[in-house]
């Protein structure tokens, strides 16, 4: 694995689930990092919990990415206190209140507003601040995280499927847009055990979002932070626009 001793990233949705373990590993590799969240508790417990060499190379943020002016502040901070930003991955997204339960009929525009503008617009703030000319440094990366979901249906999650489909277009026109000075590219995991999954499947019955999925198992966050570590690193050299 490349070491990152020397890069700057920043993480948004980085206090809990995929997001934390991405921290975690990029922390443990040797890189800088900065994590925003809207959760001021896991954020707090996050940087309390990691051992000294690595807190002082770690600050934490509470901010939204629905938020545009909230997402530039964090990103410039970052480059500020750590001199410059060699990537940004998006883990912030949200399931909505009802998935798996409600058909697109049943489905409110609160909650329809609230998915998308989240999931997408996050995105699109995350980016839009991220990829100016001359924001982050050449041979940059972003990774967004997307789902199968990305791809398919989801049965009484229009909505939530939606937005992720959105997101995957997003993250390849973007992609076409940068070339070579920023690498963009989209995650697009099945089932991973992390709180957001463990409290869908204590809300809904029988919750078997992925019942065919060729490794009969839920992955691990760190199966997908792996996957995030590499894309953010200079073994992806040749990997964008990719899902
Ligand atoms: N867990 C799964 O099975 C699974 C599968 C595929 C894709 N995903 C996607 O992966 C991403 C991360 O999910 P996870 O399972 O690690 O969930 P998680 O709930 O453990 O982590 C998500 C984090 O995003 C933060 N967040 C939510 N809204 C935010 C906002 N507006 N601004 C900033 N931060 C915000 C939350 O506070 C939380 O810390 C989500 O986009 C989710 O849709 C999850």
């Given at each position: ?13 980085g206090?809990s689930g ?52 909230a997402?530039e502040?964090f ?89 992720k489909?959105?997101a ?34 204590a ?7 992925a ?28 990997v964008?626009?990719?899902?």
């Amino acid at each position: 694995m490349a070491s990152m001793q020397n890069k700057v990233f920043a993480i948004f949705g980085g206090a809990s689930g995929m997001g934390l373990v991405t921290a975690r590993f990029l922390l443990a590799r040797g890189a800088r990092v900065a994590v925003c969240d809207i959760s001021a508790d896991n954020l707090k417990q996050l940087h309390t919990s990691l051992p000294t060499d690595q807190s002082s190379h770690c600050f934490v943020q509470t901010g939204s990415v629905t938020d545009e002016s909230a997402v530039e502040a964090f990103l410039t901070k970052t480059k500020s206190n750590f001199g410059k930003l060699n990537g940004v991955a998006n883990y912030a997204g949200v399931p909505g209140h009802e998935l798996g339960t409600e058909a697109i009929w049943q489905t409110s525009q609160e909650e329809y507003h609230f998915i998308m503008d989240v999931n997408v617009r996050g995105l699109f703030n995350v980016l839009t601040v991220s990829l100016r000319p001359g924001f982050l440094e050449d041979d940059s990366n972003v990774v967004h995280i997307g789902s199968m979901f990305s791809l398919q249906g989801f049965r009484n999650g229009a909505v939530y499927a939606a937005s992720k489909h959105a997101a995957l277009g997003m993250v390849r026109s973007a992609a076409k847009e940068t070339g070579a000075r920023t690498r963009v590219n989209c995650m697009l995991p099945g089932s991973i055990d992390t709180p957001m999954h463990q409290a869908n499947l204590a809300r809904i019955k029988d919750f078997d979002p992925a019942p065919k999925t060729a490794i009969p198992r839920d992955g691990r966050a760190g199966e997908v932070a792996s996957v995030a570590v590499f894309l953010l690193s200079d073994e992806s050299s040749y990997v964008t626009g990719a899902a």
